[in-house]
T-cell receptor, first 114, second 114 residues
Framework: DVKVTQSSRYLVKRTGEKVFLECVQDMDHENMFWYRQDPGLGLRLIYFSYDVKMKEKGDIPEGYSVSREKKERFSLILESASTNQTSMYLC?????????????FGPGTRLTVL | KQEVTQIPAALSVPEGENLVLNCSFTDSAIYNLQWFRQDPGKGLTSLLLIQSSQREQTSGRLNASLDKSSGRSTLYIAASQPGDSATYLCARRLFSGGYQKVTFGTGTKLQVIP
């Protein structure tokens, strides 16, 4: 079974703090993704990576950065957390970009910024 | 502009009923269409994936259909059970800017009443 793990289920941080969200997948997948999920807005793509050290902006990259130093690990960084970044953050991975390839999701991290 | 729309936003049915969830999208040049299930506070689990050349997929009591010409997909759940209570999301994948772009609907929250 594919397993995608996220470092924390719940996280509480203060405005201005630097926040790291970690995601690890164990299936040697090429692609990894970071989404945030908000009521009424659905899942929105923040960043994705199709290879080690490669990254592409998604729909809402502002205020975020990412790092992929190893194939299995994709980190989301909030340089200076703000209250509007309070959200559920979901990491996903997928093998390639073939028609039959699905995304596998982690359990999510609920981040609260006070 | 919402590219992927799910109606209804919420649905409550008695146990044993057959039900249909709807998903509509604005671009018919899709790569695939996928249905996910999300339990409260959890990540997404893939249910069914329909490739662009296919019209439907079935898994147990679930059947998903795809009509690219009308921009619609439906998820049919037969003989609903309380354990089916969850939020169901559809996701459309297409090529954009050289990469695959996945857009999620905002989901239908299903409650099956015993």
């Amino acid at each position: 079974d594919v397993k995608v793990t996220q470092s924390s289920r719940y996280l509480v941080k203060r405005t201005g703090e630097k926040v790291f969200l970690e995601c690890v997948q164990d299936m040697d997948h090429e692609n990894m993704f970071w989404y945030r999920q908000d009521p009424g807005l659905g899942l929105r793509l923040i960043y994705f990576s199709y290879d080690v050290k490669m990254k592409e902006k998604g729909d809402i990259p502002e205020g975020y950065s990412v790092s992929r130093e190893k194939k299995e690990r994709f980190s989301l960084i909030l340089e200076s957390a703000s209250t509007n970044q309070t959200s559920m953050y979901l990491c996903a991975s997928s093998p390639l970009d073939r028609e039959m390839d699905t995304q596998y999701f982690g359990p999510g991290t609920r981040l609260t910024v006070l | 502009k919402q590219e992927v729309t799910q109606i209804p936003a919420a649905l409550s049915v008695p146990e044993g009923e057959n039900l249909v969830l709807n998903c509509s999208f604005t671009d018919s040049a899709i790569y695939n269409l996928q249905w996910f299930r999300q339990d409260p506070g959890k990540g997404l689990t893939s249910l069914l994936l329909i490739q662009s050349s296919q019209r439907e997929q079935t898994s147990g009591r679930l059947n998903a259909s795809l009509d690219k010409s009308s921009g619609r997909s439906t998820l049919y759940i037969a003989a609903s059970q309380p354990g089916d209570s969850a939020t169901y999301l559809c996701a459309r994948r297409l090529f954009s800017g050289g990469y695959q772009k996945v857009t999620f609907g905002t989901g239908t929250k299903l409650q099956v009443i015993p």
